[in-house]
């Protein structure tokens, strides 16, 4: 067991919350992060001034976040909007001691709250599983931000599925998990909501019949119209908001056949099919049904040439066993721009997983 990870449960043994059950996926973080070689007792969340407080999901969450931050008792607490990257954007308190307080374990504009740069905390797992998460005080990996109880949940794009963000809410002293989770559950409805309503009525619509479909469909799906592009979680990995007029485009020639047919794509060709929404007798959108690649299917030549020289880089040092944290330092990156090249390579490959990576890069007529 290494030190770091000996550290963390002999702090929980000593500390009044010995008996309290562990959640799974937070053993499973405080492994992940004792692999990354992150110590707990030194860590300090990294910095970066320059964040993007411009941003469409700034725009979506601040009236969210301030009404609920004005409607938090007095505790000492914050909110906390990042983006994608897990990067701190916008924090609301209500005292300035509180933003003091805050200021000192890196809640605050500028500080990254990645799991591969912090350990343990409820942003990043948020970031990481697409979902909702609570993590108290004693479950954080870092011994400065065991005084503090976590909810955060992802704020998920509506048109491509994709994470936007997270949004948080800090208090620096026990507090009920329901409460938190509401509240923050509260900020990403209402969020969603506002970047449904500047689409319009019409991508609203067309939003409904992807809800729909999706209920009733397992496999990878978008609803695409000319403005809006939205894909569940299987399909994301098919097609990109990039991919929207393309995507478009082939689709307002394929809905009257329903037929299979291949889709060019900048990822590559895909297979897919097209279901008409109409308005009347007006075409406002499609759904379109992509043809689900087997799970252990090899990714071919084709696949692997549509990789950039960056992308090969990075998954044949993944595929060998090394951690993001690892195979940064190899090719001196940044740990967040490795996941962001293993989004894109996985999308590219269609696999959701470093195993299917490791058996793709072992077949030697892939490479």
Request: one cysteine or more; proline letters at 6%; aromatic letters at 6%.
């Amino acid at each position: 067991m290494e030190p770091a990870l000996r550290h963390v449960l002999a702090r929980v043994e000593n500390s009044p919350f010995r008996n309290e059950p562990i959640d799974a996926a937070v053993l499973a973080s405080w492994h992940r992060s004792a692999a990354a070689g992150l110590e707990p007792e030194l860590i300090h969340p990294p910095y970066d001034a320059d964040v993007d407080d411009g941003s469409r999901l700034h725009w979506a969450a601040a009236p969210a976040m301030t009404a609920v931050s004005a409607d938090l008792p007095d505790l000492r607490s914050a909110l906390l909007l990042t983006d994608r990257r897990v990067h701190v954007i916008q924090r609301w308190t209500r005292t300035p001691r509180t933003a003091l307080q805050m200021d000192a374990v890196g809640a605050a504009p500028g500080f990254f709250c990645d799991e591969a740069v912090v350990g343990t905390n409820s942003i990043g797992l948020a970031a990481n599983t697409r979902g909702a998460t609570f993590v108290r005080g004693f479950e954080h990996y870092a011994d400065a931000f065991t005084r503090l109880t976590c909810a955060s949940r992802a704020v998920l794009d509506p048109f491509t599925g994709q994470v936007l963000g997270v949004a948080n809410l800090t208090i620096a002293e026990p507090a009920p998990w329901e409460l938190m989770a509401a509240l923050v559950g509260r900020i990403v409805h209402e969020t969603q909501q506002r970047l449904l309503d500047e689409a319009g009525g019409r991508s609203v619509a067309l939003y409904e019949n992807f809800l729909q479909v999706r209920r009733r469909t397992r496999g990878p799906i978008a609803a695409i119209d000319g403005s809006a592009l939205y894909v569940n979680a299987a399909g994301s990995r098919c097609v990109a908001s990039t991919d929207r007029e393309a995507l478009w485009a082939w689709a307002r020639q394929r809905v009257s056949t329903q037929e299979p047919a291949v889709v060019h794509l900048p990822t590559g060709p895909v297979v897919a099919r097209c279901e008409a929404i109409y308005d009347g007798p007006e075409l406002v959108g499609a759904i379109v049904r992509f043809a689900p690649a087997a799970p252990d299917e090899p990714a071919g030549r084709a696949a692997w040439a549509r990789l950039t020289d960056s992308e090969r880089s990075v998954a044949e040092l993944v595929a060998a066993g090394l951690t993001n944290r690892e195979t940064a330092a190899k090719l001196f990156i940044s740990p967040h721009t490795v996941d962001y090249h293993l989004r894109h390579i996985f999308r590219k490959l269609h696999i959701d997983s470093r195993i299917q990576l490791a058996r793709l890069t072992n077949q030697p007529t892939t490479l």
